[in-house]
């Protein structure tokens, strides 16, 4: 499953000006389940002077829907410009889930008058989007079947594959299915695995058919519409099923959409 690279932003208010003065720093723990316990995975700067203090250090997590990500906070005095800690101010327990479930923004009480806000921020280029569109020529298929040809774009990892896309049913056989877009950070986590494009025919009461696949690569796509990104059609054992058949690119677009953090917070919001 892809993983999701996130940053986490601290804000401590109405700290006791006894202790702001001597210093403030937070400590970032994640639970480690193979160990059962909590390991430090970042400090923030220290912040003098200031009873409210944003962070200015930002701590780098990685989110995966399948996982919690567990994590502790504590927040400490510092003695002096020493940079030893002299007592907790106070400490939080939560998770990177719940965090994002509330809209990216949460808060909590570090001591009977301190509090902490956390927050998490998504770098934009979740929001990328490439925007692809396929047209098939001299699609047929044999056992005298009716055509009812589709699409699907997949991402070949190995032995894995990821489905991106499948488009509508097209009954001729030159079909020009909709564009789509699929987020490109998907594309560049699996950067070792290789896109192909199936065309299948869909059948009544029995399995759908191949009629052919082809190989491409975002890079080749990138170059857009024209000769370069016209594929024959092959079998799975590597044979062209027909001097005729193929598919074309006929739109690659870069732009940018709605991420599933975006989502999540507009239906906070609504």
């Not at 944003?54 to 780098?60: A, D, E, L, S």
């Not at 923004?105 to 927050?119: E, G, K, M, N, V």
């Not at 890079?219 to 590597?238: H, I, P, T």
């Not at 062209?240 to 709605?258: A, C, I």
Request: hydrophobic share 40%; aromatic share 12%.
């Amino acid at each position: 499953m892809a993983s999701f690279g996130l940053e986490l932003l601290l804000r401590v208010r109405n700290v006791a000006p006894s202790e702001a003065a001597s210093g403030v720093r937070a400590v970032i723990y994640r639970f480690q389940e193979s160990d059962n316990s909590y390991i430090e995975i970042a400090q923030t700067e220290t912040a003098f002077e200031q009873t409210n203090v944003t962070f200015q250090h930002r701590c780098p997590l990685t989110y995966r829907f399948d996982r919690l990500e567990r994590l502790k906070i504590s927040v400490y005095c510092v003695k002096d410009d020493s940079g030893i800690f002299s007592h907790r101010i106070g400490e939080i327990f939560t998770d990177v889930a719940s965090i994002i479930a509330k809209g990216g923004t949460l808060s909590f009480p570090l001591s009977p008058s301190a509090a902490i806000d956390l927050y998490i921020t998504v770098p934009g280029f979740y929001s990328h989007y490439v925007k692809l569109k396929f047209c098939g020529n001299h699609l047929q298929v044999s056992e005298h079947l009716p055509l009812a040809a589709y699409m699907i774009l997949v991402l070949r990892i190995e032995n894995r594959t990821i489905l991106l896309y499948k488009s509508e049913v097209i009954k001729e056989k030159n079909p020009k299915w909709k564009e789509f877009s699929v987020p490109l950070y998907v594309i560049q986590f699996f950067q070792q695995g290789a896109l192909q494009i199936h065309c299948y025919n869909q059948n009544v009461n029995a399995a759908d058919t191949l009629i052919g696949f082809c190989s491409t690569s975002m890079a080749q796509l990138e170059r857009g519409v024209g000769a370069l990104n016209s594929y024959m059609l092959m079998n799975f054992e590597g044979k062209r099923v027909h001097e005729r058949m193929s598919v074309d690119l006929e739109l690659m677009e870069l732009t940018q959409g709605e991420t599933f953090f975006n989502t999540v917070k507009e239906g906070l919001v609504s």
